[in-house]
């Protein structure tokens, strides 16, 4: 039976380094959302089969720490490039990974930074709610 898996916390957008280690070389790519549990990345396509189990390298945003974790991929998408973006193709690829390991400290680490800055983003949206009615 698959085991069906859950947000306990938010999904928030992020612009992230990281890195896919396949390979001789690492693949550069851009964290676009961030969970306690997983992240969605973007790069431009080049061809080939994603792997189903990467390392990956991410560079936790506003932390200045990098952490290590092995993804799960758990989707993978080709899109059309957005129109500032010059890709090979015109195409980006889009893969979810689910974090499936990596240092206890280091999911700590991503858990509060997440749960943080969706706590902060709701109560700025709070206060322009506010802003807004006041001078309406």
């Given at each position: 039976m698959e085991q069906q898996y859950r947000r306990t916390t938010p999904r928030i957008g992020v612009e992230a380094m990281c890195w896919e280690l396949t390979g001789r070389n690492p693949t550069t790519a851009l964290a676009i959302d961030v969970s306690a549990m997983g992240?969605?990345?973007?790069?431009?396509?080049v061809g080939g089969?994603?792997?189903?189990?990467?390392?990956l390298e991410l560079e936790?945003?506003?932390?200045?720490?990098?952490?290590?974790?092995?993804?799960?991929?758990?989707f993978d998408l080709v899109v059309p490039a957005p129109p500032h973006l010059k890709t090979p193709m015109g195409?980006?690829?889009?893969?979810?990974?689910?974090?499936?390991?990596?240092?206890?400290?280091?999911?700590?680490l991503l858990k509060e930074f997440v749960v943080e800055t969706q706590r902060q983003r709701e109560q700025t949206e709070e206060l322009?709610?506010?802003?807004?009615?006041?001078?309406?």
């Amino acid at each position: 039976m698959e085991q069906q898996y859950r947000r306990t916390t938010p999904r928030i957008g992020v612009e992230a380094m990281c890195w896919e280690l396949t390979g001789r070389n690492p693949t550069t790519a851009l964290a676009i959302d961030v969970s306690a549990m997983g992240l969605c990345v973007e790069r431009p396509y080049v061809g080939g089969p994603t792997q189903r189990e990467v390392p990956l390298e991410l560079e936790v945003p506003g932390i200045d720490e990098v952490m290590w974790a092995r993804g799960d991929a758990c989707f993978d998408l080709v899109v059309p490039a957005p129109p500032h973006l010059k890709t090979p193709m015109g195409l980006v690829r889009r893969t979810g990974y689910r974090i499936a390991a990596a240092a206890t400290r280091d999911l700590r680490l991503l858990k509060e930074f997440v749960v943080e800055t969706q706590r902060q983003r709701e109560q700025t949206e709070e206060l322009d709610l506010e802003l807004a009615l006041l001078f309406a």
